[in-house]
């Protein structure tokens, strides 16, 4: 491979059910939303390379959520999982029956992640947010915020998005995590803007 290519790691965690499978079939497969809702759970680690701008690789690690495997992360697993992480994206389901669970599996996430990967940027996904009443969104996630937000002491929360696939809030969270990971991102916009000049367009449209 050349040697020039930056890859960049980036886990894609979260209890069963919790969205991770549909979310990763619209942004990187673009499956309508509709066409979701019959994907299967994932498996162990789905390991995936998306490659951008000629030189720079995402390396996804989509991890299973069923409570197994969240065990084996943890433990045995834990610095395979966990070492060399750029972003941990974990998705929290608002709806969720298992708030305090999944809380408990986000703690443990986050002190892995202080111990094998510290300098990490993490994106809590606080997802569904379609299946609260629209009047009762805002407190929801304020709340939701602040108790992962308390628990990511060790580590560095960038931002919380509030999501859901039937609305572009799914893909405006994933552009910002992306374009944070691409190297250089501001020298290519300005290099944008300077070709949109010479070329006298109204725009010049960035495509990842």
Avoid at 10 to 38: C, D, Q, V
Avoid at 97 to 112: G, L, T
Avoid at 194 to 200: A, E, K, T
Wanted: charged residues 25%.
């Amino acid at each position: 491979m050349d040697t020039d290519i930056k890859i960049k790691k980036l886990l894609l965690m979260g209890r069963r059910r919790a969205g991770k499978t549909s979310m990763h079939a619209i942004i990187f497969a673009n499956y309508p939303a509709k066409e979701t809702m019959g994907i299967g759970f994932t498996i162990d680690v789905n390991e995936s390379k998306f490659k951008f701008m000629g030189k720079f690789v995402l390396n996804l690690w989509d991890c299973g959520g069923q409570e197994r495997l969240m065990k084996h992360y943890f433990s045995s697993q834990r610095e395979t999982i966990f070492k060399n992480v750029e972003v941990l994206i974990y998705v929290f389901d608002i709806s969720s029956d298992e708030s305090k669970e999944d809380m408990n599996d986000y703690k443990q996430a986050i002190a892995n992640l202080a111990i094998y990967s510290k300098n990490a940027f993490v994106f809590p996904l606080i997802h569904k947010m379609d299946k609260i009443p629209e009047h009762e969104r805002a407190a929801a996630f304020e709340q939701k915020k602040a108790e992962i937000l308390e628990a990511s002491a060790s580590v560095t929360v960038k931002e919380v998005f509030a999501t859901s696939i039937w609305d572009e809030t799914l893909y405006k969270a994933w552009s910002q995590i992306v374009q944070l990971l691409i190297p250089n991102l501001d020298t290519f916009k300005e290099s944008l803007k300077q070709l949109s000049h010479i070329c006298d367009c109204d725009e010049v449209l960035e495509s990842f």
